[in-house]
């Protein structure tokens, strides 16, 4: 039966919706101890003493930095071909804190509410410190890349046009519906450590609590429950997490923290949070010659694992989805008293589509050339194509993307006395998939197969995804499949979802020991007809698994948005907006675009109305849905979405991501189609009423 | 986020309310804006005193002459009242606007009156209605004017022994109009400035909120609008004391708004 590219509808969803689910607060351990954070109220101080109150009722015990002399700090990822500074985070602040939200101290007790009670009177001698508060003009430098390819300098000095545009993204909070959280408990008798933790996967937190705990990975056991969403904010493991950890050990009870939405506004690694300044050079014909590019990336007070890899990203797609063969890019990333940043959807991505696509336009004004025909003149026709910075974009077909866009959205240019009404347009390329992922496929007694996945949903729908995955292959139906995910003992060592690469990783891996499993079962079968029930009668305990590795696939993108800016209040109203996404082969097209618009809303958040935004001191003002909005389906504009279908030659679904395309496609269209209905004036998001009415005057 | 320790008290009447009620005493309406103040700790009475099952406190009451709303009726029940939206529709109007669905369900109409929240919808629609607010206390009873009520941002004329039980609403004259319009960033978030208007041949009354520390009449807009001027330069007048330019921008054009429809 052919399932792949069916849009099939979420399995998971009946248990989902029916509330069936056990997320990570719904893991009720009798007689736990429940954690609250003593978190700093200062963007940046030196700790001189921290005092723990004496016995309390119902305080079990209360942690300081001075109790966790064994425990490191979390590691930090390096990025290929940069600098990154090896300072961690700590996983409770020693004697200086650099953001407001840090962890100081933690309180186990019998309620959340007694902890809470109890984490007031924990006294800790704050000496407040100045705030840095600016990346650029911030002295301390934590990650660095900078490359130069072709002649830069030949380029912009023969060049006719140059043109320079700066532009910034706000950072972000991910806000995931469900918070962190994670739970410890110990078995001293078998040295067994038990985490359950709302993690975008188990490998990646398992190998992080090995490392900061300094024990054997055989030791501990990782179990992701189901996940309500993370956009990358439960990917890297949180110092909160390694404190639950520690706490089992050191206390011998079980622990449990379940964050609340204000820990999970200042505490949880957020997104964006760049500027950068962009050079173009172009020939009289308006053909790109070269690419200048300085960035600067607002870390926060601490590398988180992966608060580099973003950067890299960003740095590496500066030269989007054009023929660009001289490029002179260097992104730094500087310490600010702020939360870390690290991946979230997009994760560098849509910062570079935006800083690309946005000087595009700034640049077709100013030639006077027409902002599509300038694309159309430089985009890169013949895949594979290695960029001037060195990665290799597999496949694609950019000018359909933009063809697509362009009709599907259809351009208005108007003002009267009341709006202005503009279009522009946005495209991306975005690299996907890469490393390796991992498969086990157990033909059952019943003639079911069992699907063990490396992978790890938490709201993409892999249960359904991969399941038709298998079933084609196997020429089952869907039931017949089951999925596990999530348990480290269970599940072959994944790398996890993150980068819009389960389908294409992960699916592929399930394909591959699918296949392996069905040629076992062919075999056994020798040629007679046998269902693969009377297969696993004769034969029981068929098994095979896979390893797929490839390198990075690049899924791309055009996105058109038509806005309209009323003059008397400054208020802007997305018309409508064109998604066209190319993701290689789609396993399910429901699905793919349930995916596109999720991601759609998120850039459009962005454009709208998010920024986690700090006062002079250092104070976040979103620690609340009061100070930070999201959008809702009322602010939702029609969104029309379509597929363009270049297989990736990468791996055997010719899949690449779709993950997230909209949240990278989006800001860049609505920038331009912003500066389009301004005339030409150029503001970065969000575009709220009072900075649209000032640029309308 | 879980609220500092304090006294619960769950009165079933208000004569049992109002010997509760003191300095340090919370009232618990529908909970819709103290249950979050604490859960953040940002309030930490020593007393809630909960008014959940005062039931004589739930009623609407548009029989005869002025409408009277009980303080513990919800949101819900104003904006799905028959009555209300026949002979006071700017009620109807202006309610809708408050957060969402959900939060009208359990949020109460005393509640967002005597929270006193600056860019909360119903305190200035009860303005432009020339509502009045009966509060009650141990010691007696006595009426306060809407445009008298609130003092600053959370604050009010309510001393804390006292208790808002009812809002009355005059029957409106014969051609009277009304008109509302709010800007927020989201639809349900809180508004960035709104204005409501109560408007008749005789009299027009025309209020204001988030664009001050209280909801207040501008009647400088209205004297121009009973004096036959153009809503648009009725409304300006609505925002000339509001310094900075976009609000006043803003102001003026959500008063011009709210000033048509009710003219219309």
Known sequence: MNLVGRPVPRREDERILRGRTRYLDDIDPPGAAHVAFVRSPFAHARIASVAVPDDLDGVFAVITAADLERVGDLPVQGIEGGEVSAEGHPVLARDEVRYAGQPVAAVLAESRALAEDAAELVEVDYEPLDPVLDARSSEVTMSRWHKVAGDVDGAFASAAHVVRATHALARLAPVPMEPRGAIASYDQAEDQLTVWVSAQDSHRQLAGLAKVLDRPEESIHVIVPDVGG??????????ETMLVAAAALATGRTVKWAEDREENFVASYQGRG??????????????MLALRARMWADLGGYLMPTTAIPTHTTAMLMCGVYDIRAADVEIVGRRTNKVPTGPYRGAGRPEAAYFVECTVDVAARELGIDPLELRRRNLIRDLPYETALGWTYDSGDYARCLDAAVELVRPERHSDDERVVGTGFGMYVERAGGQFETAEAELLPDGRVLVRSGSSPHGQGHDTTFAQLAAERLGVGIDDVELRFGDSREVPRGVGTFASRSVAMGGSAVVQAVGALKEKCDAVAGGRSMSLREIAEAEPGLRASARFESDLVFSS????????IERATGRLRVLRLAAVDD????????????QVIGGTAQGLGQCLVEQAAYDEEGNPTFASFVGYSLLTAAEMPPVVTAFVESASPLNPLGAKGIGEGGSIGTPGAVANAVADALGGVRIDPPFTEDKLWRALR | MKPPPFAYHAPQSVEEALPLLAEEASVLAGGQSLVPLLNLRLARPEAVVDLGGVAELDYIDAREGPLRIGAM???????RSEPVSRGWPLLRKAVRHVGHPQIRSRGTVGGSVAHADPAAELPAALIALGARFHLRSAGGERTVDASEFFLGPLYTVREPDELLVEIEVPEQP???????????????????????????????????????????????AERAVAEGAAPREAAALAAE????????????????RAIEEAMR
């Open chain 1, 230 to 239: 993370a956009f990358g904010s439960k990917g890297a493991p949180a110092p």
């Open chain 1, 274 to 287: 760049v500027e950068a300044d962009v050079e173009l050079a172009l020939d009289e014909d308006g053909r």
């Open chain 1, 557 to 564: 993108g055009a996105y058109g948005a038509v806005v309209e």
């Open chain 1, 583 to 594: 993701a290689g082969t789609i396993v399910n097209p429901l699905l793919a675009e349930g």
């Open chain 2, 73 to 79: 009726t919800r949101q819900a029940t104003l904006e």
């Open chain 2, 174 to 220: 014969d051609g009277t109009g009304s008109g509302f319009a709010e800007h927020a960033r989201t639809h349900g978030d809180f508004a960035t400035a709104g204005a409501a208007a109560a408007i008749c041949p005789s009299r027009a009354r025309i209020a204001l909120f988030g664009a001050g520390p209280v909801p207040a009449r501008a009647e400088a």
């Open chain 2, 241 to 256: 004391e509001i310094d900075d330019e976009h609000r006043r921008a803003l102001c003026a054009e959500l008063a011009r």
